[in-house]
T-cell receptor, first 113, second 109 residues
Framework: EPEVTQTPSHQVTQMGQEVILRCVPI?????FYWYRQILGQKVEFLVS????????KSEIFDDQFSVERPDGSNFTLKIRSTKLEDSAMYFCASARTDYNEQFFGPGTRLTVL | SQQGEEDPQALSIQEGENATMNCSYK?????LQWYRQNSGRGLVHLILIRSNEREKHSGRLRVTLDTSKKSSSLLITASRAADTASYFC?????????FGAGTRLTVKP
């Protein structure tokens, strides 16, 4: 069964460094999403992406964040200058259409020191 | 802003009992989804219910949606220890998903 994959599973970085989190959505899906979950807290929507542009973004998704679909398979989330409070699990999801269920990846745990 | 709110925050039951979790939301939605998350793992989709549907079943899961009250419930029947997890409702409004804080369900063997 096709699945969303994410790499790396765990990323440790120093405050102020840039990180790129990678996701490979399900191949025939057209809608892509990033979410984050700070330890012990709820899952929060960051951004949705369709047709090579951002569809929606939350107030969390400020100028330090960017997303890109550099080729036909990868979907990346870049955090330009990480802060301690960026430490969280980051989940990627994809969907075939905008009203279908979203399939989530296993997440990347980002630890900012 | 936060959309879905689950109730209760935590629920502890014995194996074999039914578990009911509720979700309330504030604005109009296209659909509402329930997810499960085992500790430290990714989210697993359980059920999607559209705004024009009132009830859906999937195995031991039953979801209801009352758009007039802006609420949904997830019922797990004949619970098992393996159902122990956090359960989240998520509201979908114009391609913008909002999750609640979740209900932590513990099923004791």
């Amino acid at each position: 069964e096709p699945e969303v994959t994410q790499t790396p599973s765990h990323q440790v970085t120093q405050m102020g460094q840039e990180v790129i989190l990678r996701c490979v959505p399900i191949s025939n899906h057209l809608y892509f999403y990033w979410y984050r979950q700070i330890l012990g807290q709820k899952v929060e929507f960051l951004v949705s992406f369709y047709n090579n542009e951002i569809s929606e973004k939350s107030e969390i998704f400020d100028d330090q964040f960017s997303v890109e679909r550099p080729d036909g398979s990868n979907f990346t989330l870049k955090i330009r200058s990480t802060k301690l409070e960026d430490s969280a699990m980051y989940f990627c999801a994809s969907a075939r259409t905008d009203y279908n269920e979203q399939f989530f990846g296993p997440g990347t745990r980002l630890t900012v020191l | 802003s936060q959309q879905g709110e689950e109730d209760p925050q935590a629920l502890s039951i014995q194996e074999g009992e039914n578990a009911t979790m509720n979700c309330s939301y504030k604005t109009s939605i296209n659909n509402l989804q329930w997810y499960r998350q085992n500790s430290g793992r990714g989210l697993v989709h359980l059920i999607l219910i559209r705004s024009n549907e009132r009830e859906k079943h999937s195995g031991r899961l039953r979801v209801t949606l009352d758009t007039s009250k802006k609420s949904s419930s997830l019922l797990i029947t004949a619970s098992r220890a393996a159902d122990t997890a956090s359960y989240f409702c998520a509201t979908d409004t114009n391609n913008d998903m909002r999750f609640g804080a979740g209900t932590r369900l513990t099923v004791k063997p």
